[in-house]
T-cell receptor, first 115, second 114 residues
Framework: GAGVSQSPSNKVTEKGKDVELRCDPI?????LYWYRQRLGQGLEFLIY????????KSGLPSDRFSAERTGESVSTLTIQRTQQEDSAVYLC?????????????FGQGTRLTVV | AQSVTQLGSHVSVSEGALVLLRCNYS??????LFWYVQYPNQGLQLLLK????ATLVKGINGFEAEFKKSETSFHLTKPSAHMSDAAEYFC????????????WGLGTSLAVNP
């Protein structure tokens, strides 16, 4: 597609429920990133996929968070047993390649509210 | 360790006036510095970046920023604000442009008044 697409744009869920957030990267982009932005805080890196390499999960805050990516296409971020502190905007970005000094293109984000 | 401070969470200017958004950073290694803009209902978009070389960097939509090592600053400016510049602006620093290791500021919301 023309840009990075994320769905849903907004999600309200009850505490304890599982949620899935979807990201469609720009076609041909081998690298994909997930970030989180909590209210009043800067973006936090969560996870990175690059081609068929093992993902960099170093930013995931707990084992309730996981992400999958099918080849070089769609990615889903799953949060199990959601907590109120998971409320945030979840941003996905993709870049043509991984490594350094490659511009990342961002989606509009999914605003998750846990009530 | 790296960090970014954006001075002023909200800035308001009149149309045609100078835009100045402040960003100070700390970094133990030569930094790569970025400004991103987020227009309403859109994703983050790279406005400009400094990697190496010329310290005055020009970006899209008439924006520019100057890397001042002695002041550890990377302030964003535009000589004349336009209504369409109203957006959220984010400053970020990284080690050699590693997107996983970017440290982001909290953002500055720019309002442009007619």
């Amino acid at each position: 597609g023309a840009g990075v697409s994320q769905s849903p744009s907004n999600k309200v869920t009850e505490k304890g429920k599982d949620v899935e957030l979807r990201c469609d990267p720009i076609s041909g982009h081998t690298a994909l990133y997930w970030y989180r932005q909590r209210l009043g805080q800067g973006l936090e890196f969560l996870i990175y996929f690059q081609g068929n390499s093992a993902p960099d999960k170093s930013g995931l805050p707990s084992d309730r968070f996981s992400a999958e990516r099918t080849g070089e296409s769609v990615s889903t971020l799953t949060i199990q047993r959601t907590q109120q502190e998971d409320s945030a905007v979840y941003l996905c970005a993709s870049s043509l390649r991984g490594g350094r000094n490659t511009e990342a293109f961002f989606g509009q984000g999914t605003r998750l509210t846990v009530v | 360790a790296q960090s970014v401070t954006q001075l002023g969470s909200h800035v308001s200017v009149s149309e045609g006036a100078l835009v100045l958004l402040r960003c100070n950073y700390s970094s133990s290694v030569p930094p790569y510095l970025f400004w991103y803009v987020q227009y309403p209902n859109q994703g983050l978009q790279l406005l400009l970046k400094y990697t190496t070389g010329a310290t005055l960097v020009k970006g899209i939509n008439g924006f520019e920023a100057e890397f001042k090592k002695s002041e550890t600053s990377f302030h964003l400016t535009k000589p004349s604000a336009h209504m369409s510049d109203a957006a959220e602006y984010f400053c970020a620093v990284s080690n050699a442009g590693n997107n996983r290791k970017m440290i982001w500021g909290l953002g500055t919301s720019l309002a442009v008044n007619p």
